[in-house]
């Protein structure tokens, strides 16, 4: 008679054993899965900051592919400013690898075309010179532990259009000598205390190369 109580007490202990090991399991559970969220978050946002500069260098990048597209246009032909505008993208470290597959593809896409009424279209119409350079950079970017929370990676994205546009009557026209010197080269020089107003006409110059027109020194107000 003395051993049913005996039984029944070692029966509900293993019970209450049993609860306690379930709970367990449900906490370790639960802290796993929200350890795996925070340390996903916590890689998002640091990974969203070097995302951030790639963006941007794509931006400048084709900025800078644009512009120098739109100069070589502007002296030959429309082959020869995509391959100058696809050289200066990969200079900035942006090199055409084709397809967007994997982290580290890059796709640059240039084109020269026609730029009017806020449209570019490319190539440009028959009968129409084009007038304008295209560049689009797009790069799939690494993913490290952001891939506990998404696995799809971002791609970063870069595009600029450069237009040659005409400003209107030339207020000023330097004009290269048949013969150039160290003192007169044909440029334009604005330096000193100079305030130039030229708000409905532009100033020009004939002379090929970079400083054609030359502003310089801090004393230089405005040039409008």
């Given at each position: 008679?003395?051993?049913?109580?005996?039984?029944?007490?070692?029966?509900?202990?293993?019970?209450?054993?049993?609860?306690?090991?379930?709970?367990?399991?449900?906490i370790?559970?639960?802290?796993?899965?929200?350890?795996?969220?925070?340390?996903?978050?916590?890689?998002?946002?640091?990974?969203?900051?070097?995302?951030?500069?790639?963006?941007?260098?794509?931006?400048?990048?084709?900025?800078?592919?644009?512009?120098?597209?739109?100069?070589?246009?502007?002296?030959?032909?429309?082959?020869?400013?995509?391959?100058?505008?696809?050289?200066?993208?990969?200079?900035?470290?942006?090199?055409?690898?084709?397809?967007?597959?994997?982290?580290?593809?890059?796709?640059?896409?240039?084109?020269?075309?026609?730029?009017?009424?806020?449209?570019?279209?490319?190539?440009?119409p028959?009968?129409?010179?084009?007038?304008?350079?295209?560049?689009?950079?797009?790069q799939?970017?690494?993913?490290?532990?952001?891939?506990?929370?998404?696995?799809?990676?971002?791609?970063?994205w870069?595009?600029?259009?450069?237009?040659?546009?005409?400003?209107?009557?030339?207020?000023?026209?330097?004009?290269?000598?048949?013969?150039?010197?160290?003192?007169?080269?044909?440029?334009?020089?604005?330096?000193?205390?100079?305030?130039?107003?030229?708000?409905?006409?532009?100033?020009?110059?004939?002379?090929?190369?970079?400083?054609?027109?030359?502003?310089?020194?801090?004393?230089?107000?405005?040039?409008?």
């Amino acid at each position: 008679m003395s051993s049913i109580p005996m039984f029944g007490s070692i029966r509900n202990r293993g019970r209450a054993k049993a609860g306690r090991l379930g709970n367990r399991g449900a906490i370790g559970a639960a802290f796993a899965i929200g350890a795996t969220v925070l340390l996903g978050m916590g890689a998002l946002a640091t990974e969203a900051g070097v995302w951030l500069n790639a963006r941007r260098n794509a931006q400048d990048a084709a900025d800078a592919a644009a512009y120098a597209g739109l100069v070589r246009l502007s002296l030959t032909d429309a082959t020869a400013a995509t391959s100058a505008a696809t050289q200066v993208a990969t200079r900035n470290g942006f090199t055409d690898t084709g397809a967007l597959a994997n982290a580290g593809d890059t796709r640059v896409v240039v084109q020269a075309g026609l730029w009017q009424n806020s449209t570019f279209t490319s190539p440009a119409p028959s009968g129409n010179s084009p007038n304008a350079v295209r560049v689009d950079i797009n790069q799939v970017q690494r993913i490290g532990l952001t891939q506990l929370i998404s696995r799809n990676a971002p791609i970063a994205w870069g595009g600029a259009i450069a237009v040659l546009e005409v400003g209107g009557p030339a207020c000023t026209l330097s004009i290269p000598p048949a013969t150039t010197t160290s003192q007169v080269m044909g440029r334009t020089n604005i330096a000193g205390s100079t305030t130039v107003n030229a708000p409905n006409c532009i100033i020009a110059s004939n002379m090929q190369g970079s400083k054609s027109i030359n502003v310089q020194g801090a004393a230089v107000n405005t040039l409008t």
